[in-house]
T-cell receptor, first 116, second 113 residues
């Protein structure tokens, strides 16, 4: 199994440009999510999905869109990039234990995004 | 609002010098507390989940413990390969659908030979 695969590894955008960060997992996990990691701050949830066709907002969703057409893929779209979106982005997936308990998250290796 | 505070921010140890990392948390009912390890340029890697006060888990030189207000990650006789950033995260009982974790900013551990 490849686990969680993210592309690209690095990306530089100009303000106002749009792009899509790709995320794919081969573990048949129903839950997928996007986090951003900024220096001195904890990882923050952007969007998440509990299954194909179902997505919802996390803590910091503004400026980002997601879709989940298949179990495997969960792309993150930046609509009009801003310097405040300069960050490292991580995709993560998991399955759940009974009674709502979370099983461990499997993270991708991240995308380092710079917006000039 | 759920909060996770980790201390110290950075820790430098000599090989073999045992120490502990602290994770203090406030949460609206704890569903689970998680420890992750993150190497530079990589995503976090799962270490432990703790669900209730008094619970302990061990893996090689690492031992995680949990009280009602904090968790400790004890590192016994560390080796240079234990150098990494260690992240603590909590999931709240109030969080059902999102299944989101609230992360601390991490402790950067450096073990010198």
């Amino acid at each position: 199994n490849a686990g969680v695969t993210q592309t690209p590894k690095f990306q530089v955008l100009k303000t106002g440009q749009s792009m899509t960060l790709q995320c794919a997992q081969d573990m048949n996990h129903e839950y997928m999510s996007w986090y951003r990691q900024d220096p001195g701050m904890g990882l923050r949830l952007i969007h998440y999905s509990v299954g194909a066709g179902i997505t919802d907002q996390g803590e910091v969703p503004n400026g980002y869109n997601v879709s989940r057409s298949t179990t495997e893929d969960f792309p993150l779209r930046l609509l009009s990039a801003a310097p405040s979106q300069t960050s490292v982005y991580f995709c993560a997936s998991s399955y759940s234990l009974p009674a709502g308990r979370r099983e461990k998250l499997f993270f991708g290796s991240g995308t380092q995004l710079s917006v000039l | 609002e759920d909060q996770v505070t980790q201390s110290p921010e950075a820790l430098r140890l000599q090989e073999g010098e045992s120490s502990s990392l602290n994770c203090s948390y406030t949460v609206s009912g704890l569903r689970g507390l998680f420890w992750y390890r993150q190497d530079p340029g990589k995503g976090p890697e799962f270490l432990f989940t703790l669900y209730s006060a008094g619970e302990e888990k061990e893996k090689e030189r690492l031992k995680a413990t949990l009280t009602k207000k904090e968790s400790f990650l004890h590192i016994t006789a560390p080796k240079p390969e234990d150098s990494a950033t260690y992240l603590c995260a909590v999931q709240s009982l109030m969080d059902t659908g999102r299944r989101a974790l609230t992360f601390g900013s991490g402790t950067r551990l450096q073990v010198q030979p």
